[in-house]
RNA sequence: GCCCCCAUCGUCUAGUGGCCUAGGAUACUGGGUUUUCAUCCCAGCGACAGGGGUUCGAAUCCCCUUGGGGGUACCA
């Protein structure tokens, strides 16, 4: 191990982001690539929306898309513990030694007052930021306010002389801000919770990050971030801000921002694999030297660095994701992909009960090859189960009067029922010797037989087809069309 | 409003002053394979936001404009 230490430190708010997902995946991969370590620390500071469900979602997707962490909740760790409603005592610590050195203060102003401080100065076209009010306040004011029932925050005092802050950044480089735009801001909520800028800043110092690795929306918190450290008299640790992901509308990905899903939950839930969405992920913002973008995870961790992460923001192509997880559903072993097609099956109301695995198994190969996603596979199951419907039967049964029609349809049926094994490739070579028997071209062969086997005008492999029904039903099948002439 | 970030094909991106008549992927279009569809293969379409500089030479460096994004909380 080196002393390369990342987190990921997501809080338990809800849903899992494809975006948070994408930084947890980044701080995984620097991690992994520097041989370090990658914690998983739970920012649960947030009373009102966190919950023990939503963390058991973070877990969850995690551990579906491979992305296992050294350190932090669940798993343990030196630096614990890793939530951070169970360190309230140390930040406590910290807060005093803050106070105490006259670098924060209590401050009694209520949102209200505080709202409307705000509202004037918007007025007077001034940028909204704390003034500075109760800095000063002496021990008899604050009893008084105490008194009213007043709970106070504490806000970290801002250094008065304009400064030039600079967050030196490994992916935008040097960020310049002015301290002059940067007002007393809260470290400890009246409910004597840290805020997040306050927590961060202990959390990652006493875990010995080395590189903070977040969105880049945390950018412009950076420089508070970097004047707590030097107040507590730390080193701080590297910063690296990631570009956002955009939805197709270039906004931030959010619910309706097009028709990209936003959280993980709902690309599982599709039945998208997480190998392919590690790799789609790890394209957003970033690129191998060479030009294969078909990477497994062990690729990718080889090749990453954090110099060839793009600075610029990215919209969210499903469609590209669509294509690249038709690549993995394809590559993949059969096995593996019947496994996780047959809940959609199932829950399509299919019965297997009935079907042998090498029946299962040839069904999910036969149409694996036309799925974006396997939730997709319920698309194409109607032919081979239940009663034939004719999608077009006006269609079909035009085409099954075609002259010659009923020689193929009992040429191909007594052939059916002399094969002596359901191979496909045997049938193919079934169906070939047939039609060269047959007086008629593969325009009158192909399309009927296809339209009383399936009662569609386009579908998987014939061959495959006929295996999966088996003799009796194809013959069942292409009676029911001879009749129809 | 103020502060910060960003800007190459529709989309993801390569590109770090000459290798660029800008490369790859996806999407789209056409052709081939499969006598269906999909897959697969081949081909085509398609971009340096605009304007100024710097330089012998700018997609690459600087400035402005425009556009987009983020922040501006007792959310994280």
Redesign the pocket.
Known sequence: MSDIRVRF???P?GQIHIGNIRTALFNYLFAKKNNGTFILRI????????TNEFEEVIHREMDWLGLEWDEGVKVGGDHGPYR?MERLDIYQEYVDELLDKDLAYY?????EE?DEM?EEQ?QQ??????TGKCRCLGQDEKDKLEAEG????VRFKVPKEEKELIVDDLI??R????SE?I?D??IV???G?????F??VVDDYLMKISHVIR???????TPKQQLLYEALGWKSPRFA?L??I?G?????LSKRSGEAYVYVSEYRKKGYLPEALINFLS?????P?D???ILNKEDIIKQFSI??V????????V??L???N??YI?AAELDQIVELAKPYILEAGYDLSDKSEEWIGLLVDTVR???DYLAEITDHLDIFFGELEYTDKEKVVEDFKQDKVDIVFETLKDNILALETLDPQEI?KM??KT?KELP????L???PT?FALTG???????YNVIALLGKEECANRLDKALSLR
């Open positions: 430190a997501p809080s708010t920012e649960d500071t947030d009373r009102e929306r966190s951070q401050c009694y102003c209520t949102p505080l705000r918007r076209g001034q940028p909204p930021r704390y007043r709970k106070p925050v935008r480089g960020v310049s801000f002015s735009v007002d801001f809260v909520k009246s409910d919770i840290p805020t997040y800028n927590a961060v969105g880049e929306d945390h950018l412009s918190n801000h570009s956002m955009l197709t509308d270039k906004s931030k394209l957003l913002g970033w690129s030297e030009e294969e973008e110099e060839r793009n600075k610029s923001a990215a919209v969210f192509d469609e590209k669509n294509w690249m038709g690549m394809r090859g036309s799925l193919k169906l070939k039609l008629v071209g593969g325009r062969f192909y399309h296809r569609k005008g386009s579908g998987p492999e014939l």
